[in-house]
């Protein structure tokens, strides 16, 4: 059960933090995640602005930053359910315009977002960078994962699944984009994140962590941001 309790002032009503009265059927770790949600002003926002989610934040924040998404732009969206990041890049590359093309890619169903296509598959399937550079009409230029690999409760372990989900995005990445393209992917700090730096940097002319004012402040998350893709062996001249 909530309470949104509000304060007048001046005659107009004034939202207050939202008190949640513990429910017996919630875990506390659950009570815990739903009074943040409903205490997040991102939250609030994005339902205001119409964004799927709250993530839609952080990727504003980071192509306000790098200017990766620009009209014109061929974009895949991996991972990209509920599909807050294929919103904000399916605007600023203008893809409703006829100006870009953005593909989302789940292996979850989501709802239709204006100017996306989707392909309800597994990115990791050996015909899927083809599939997918066949719907985008070519090579993509801006490569997007916000994925989060399925946690088990042992840090160590956690961080290790997450930094193998990444380095699998990586190696995507690699088969289509096009020469100067670019990757952002969702890391966490944990002590390794410094070998996939030196990873992307052999692959992309500037590597740069980002951590969106978006990002919660007790979030070990960040973004690492690659622009500059070399190109695959046969991409490069002699």
Known sequence: MIDKPEARKGGEARP?????????SLSSSSQKWLQR???????????????????????????????LLKPGARVVDLGAAPGGW???????????????????IDLLEIDPVPGVDFAQ????????PDRLKAM?????????????ANTTGHRATDHLRIVGLVELAIDFARQVLAPGGSFVAKVFQGGT?????????????????????ASRADSAELYVVASGFRGRGEDQPD
Do not use: C
Not at 121 to 128: E, N, R, T, Y
């Open 16 to 24: 207050l933090k939202v008190r949640l009265k513990k429910a017996r």
């Open 37 to 67: 949600q409903l205490n997040d002003p991102y939250v609030a926002r994005a339902k205001r602005e119409g964004w799927r989610s709250r993530a839609a934040f952080k990727l504003i924040e980071i192509d306000d930053k790098m200017k």
């Open 86 to 104: 294929s919103q904000v890049a399916a605007k600023r590359i203008r893809a409703e315009e006829g100006g870009g093309h953005v593909v989302a």
């Open 121 to 128: 598959m597994d990115f990791l399937k050996d015909d899927a």
């Open 136 to 148: 985008l009409g070519g090579e993509a230029d801006v490569v997007l994962s916000d994925m989060a």
């Open 193 to 213: 994140e410094s070998s996939l730096l030196a990873e992307l940097k052999r692959d992309f002319t500037v590597v740069k962590h980002v951590k969106p004012q």
